[in-house]
């Protein structure tokens, strides 16, 4: 279930999200003074809330920052009188606004939409069956526990990640990994992926299964 993040300086805003949206299974971290909050960890988050009006920083700032680190989607809590506004955080990489008061339902409904199709191309992190990928660190973790990976299997990796339930065969792998001109050939590829799953196998983590006389794939 997704990891969401909701920034407000209004404590009661920030239980009625929580209450909300932890009956629909979601994980939610509320955070009312963000000038105490690591923004790195905001690459562990699927979805962030983030109100306009703070007294540290307003939100349409924050959300410039943000975008430099983050992929997900941002969705503004705002005043009605400051619909106006909202160009303005949109063309900052917000992804939608929704006007306080609001009702539950809106609020269950926006985040449902803004998760289900979230489908862009990802520049800064994703997490694929509970393995999270920082791109342009070339990191992986599993549950905060770093995977030290080479930069060949990170990259089979988030290969297969990225495509993940599709099944690929060795020469496949050998061929976007290292092209056409690679120096050596796809067998190269069955001992990356034993390299991978004995490092994954040491945070008790299984994400690459074999389809036998096909190939490999991410679930």
Not at 31 to 49: A, G, K, N
Not at 120 to 138: L, P, W
Not at 199 to 213: D, L, Q, Y
């Amino acid at each position: 279930m997704a990891d969401i993040l909701a920034v407000d300086d209004e404590e009661d805003i920030l239980q009625i999200i929580k209450v909300a949206l932890s009956k629909e299974g979601y994980r939610v971290t509320a955070v009312s003074d963000f000038s105490h909050f690591p923004i790195e960890r905001c690459v562990d988050y699927d979805l962030i809330l983030l109100d306009v009006m703070m007294p540290d920083v307003d939100g349409f700032t924050l959300c410039k920052r943000l975008r430099e680190l983050v992929d997900c989607p941002i969705l503004f809590l705002t005043a009605k009188s400051m619909e106006e506004d909202i160009v303005k955080g949109l063309s900052m990489g917000g992804d939608d606004y929704i006007t306080k008061p609001f009702g539950i339902n809106e609020l269950r409904s926006r985040v449902a939409a803004h998760l289900r199709r979230e489908h862009r191309e990802k520049h800064n992190s994703f997490i694929v069956s509970g393995v999270k990928f920082r791109i342009s660190a070339k990191q992986v973790f599993v549950r905060d526990e770093q995977v030290l990976l080479t930069k060949s299997e990170y990259e089979i990796s988030e290969f297969l990640a990225l495509n993940h339930g599709q099944v690929f065969s060795k020469e496949k792998i050998y061929e976007t990994i290292f092209g056409f001109d690679g120096e050596s050939d796809s067998s190269v590829i069955v001992e990356h992926i034993k390299n991978i799953r004995a490092k994954f196998a040491e945070v008790n983590c299984s994400p690459i299964e074999t389809v036998w006389g096909i190939g490999y794939r991410w679930f």
